[in-house]
């Protein structure tokens, strides 16, 4: 890996996204639905107050970016396969390793991007995040979410051709990951099988950290487990994605 | 004279996929000079495109070893890719890309510095006729321009020599003609070499210098196009004649002249394939009129590559085509994912 080859690949990423900043909010839809939706039946549910219960709520909504948004960016790279401006970029003198890296940490721009957008929307309804914690905490998301990017990748390249595949895989991992991490409700009342699998889904775990440092509470041990299992996700990802780029043709 | 810039040495690849083995390609040895424009003609599945996928070390050889530009494939795959250009059979450009923006990236990956890639870039896009369409994304583009697009990326960085695979497959007759222009300027003003696959019997017939005709893993002629025809096919000339018994004469008259076997195609009408059949074919004329056999018709028709591939495998290129399309180990992505492991460079 060479850190140029790693930059000409994540600009070149990025240029479509400059191209047409709109793309990075539209993807937006679909956490602002959750957000305007799902939030208003939380407060009926538990009666907490509002701000009360963004600031439960909203932590999760931006590891939900994460999860949905970089989950699916290795389809990017499955139609590009398709279509063969990666088998281009295979002949091209560029590091294997490189066109991975690339790729993943281009994810972080729309993270960054899209968590701010969020806190920014919620902030009239009441939502006060502490801002060292914020920005601790987009670190935690950007790490988990070159990782997961990474994994998105490496199962578009294993998938090649099989675009269903590619689906079927994602789409079965996500939501489990998604409810067993105590995101859109809390896992108090789960059953304690439920309780001993989200235990151990770092999902859980960034999600708890995202809450502690947001709320301002930048020792808990959540931030300590959440940074872990970022970093864990971001190490393993980017292994299997970088293994996975090696062996494609 | 300079040393070959392609040279192939028993170049071997063989796909396993679930149980089966194909060898797609069988103990390959050639070379190519500077400046020469090969083209690889065979049917679909014939191994062109794994050969070329060798030599630009997109997948490892099962064995043999080959040098391109001076470097071997296996061992210098980094060296390789920075002395070549590319262009698959697929679309080299990314759909949500923008035409200029995807030549300046590449640009960048071939360590251009942003200005020299940035007026590169904007020579490419004037000469290959993409003026107006370089803010335009790869997917608002025409397949014609599409293309053009992919020779654009392949000549960024200027290579020395440029693969293409399947150049103009899929482009209407124009087009076509238009993308032979721009290869064929490019040698002329650069002397790059120009090695490509094609399916299109007209198309190697027509430009390149010299044909490597593939069939089942193996190369089986490698020459001019002209000699290719001339050797192996020859100019067919076929006579009509008034009666049974006439055509009986005319046939061993004519393989008296010609000294060639002589084919009756049917009870009034016989054939026969040589090298000059313009000049002979006044010569048999004057022979049967003397000797009295009356010819109601007569034509000379040149020889294809096609009579070529006839000749050499015993069936038509259509023919091979329509037979191995179902069975292409090029293709399969099955194969092609289950073999290949590539270094990081």
Known sequence: ?249 | MDAPIIEAEGLTKRFTSRKATVEAVTDLTFSVAQGELVAFLGPNGAGKSTTLRMLTTLIAPTSGRASVVGRDIAREAAAVRARIGYVGQLTSGSFAQRVRDELISQGAFYGMAKAAAAARADALVESLGLSGFATRTVQQLSGGQKRRLDIALGLMHAPPLLFLDEPSTGLDPQSRANLWEHILDLRREHGTTVFLTTHYLEEADRYAERVMVMDQGRVIADDTAAHLKEHLAGDAVTLGLDSPGSADRASSLVAEVTGREVRRVDATTVAVHVADGATLLPTLLRRLDAAGVAVVSATGVPPTLDDVFLALTGRTLREANLSTADAQPDTDPVAASATAEGGDR
């Open chain 1, 1 to 249: 890996m060479t850190a140029t080859d790693t930059w000409n690949v994540m600009t070149r990423e990025l240029r479509p996204v400059a191209r047409d900043p709109f793309s990075v909010i539209f993807s937006l839809l679909q956490p602002l639905v959750f957000l305007g939706l799902f939030a208003p039946l939380l407060v009926g549910e538990s009666g907490a107050s509002l701000a009360d219960t963004l600031a439960w709520f909203v932590p999760g909504v931006l590891v939900m970016i994460v999860l949905f948004g970089t989950g699916a960016t290795g389809s990017n790279l499955q139609y590009e396969m398709m279509t063969g401006s990666h088998e281009r970029t295979l002949v091209a003198p560029l590091s294997r390793t490189s066109l991975l890296v690339g790729r993943a940490l281009k994810e972080i721009v729309p993270i960054v991007v899209q968590s701010l957008v969020i806190v920014a929307i919620a902030w009239p309804f009441g939502f006060r995040a502490n801002l060292l914690g914020l920005l601790l905490g987009l670190v935690v998301l950007a790490a988990f979410g070159v990782g997961l990017g990474s994994l998105s990748y490496a199962l578009a390249l294993k998938t090649k051709n099989r675009e269903w595949m590619f689906w079927a895989v994602q789409q079965s991992l996500i939501f489990p990951l998604l409810i067993l991490s105590g995101m859109l409700l809390p896992l108090d009342s789960a059953p304690r099988w439920m309780s001993a699998v989200a235990s151990v889904n770092p999902v859980n775990w960034v999600v708890q950290a995202e809450r502690a440092l947001l709320g301002g509470d930048l020792a808990a041990s959540a931030v300590g487990w959440g940074v872990l299992s970022a970093s864990a996700v971001c190490a393993v990802g980017l292994t299997v994605g970088i293994r996975a780029m090696r062996a494609s043709d």
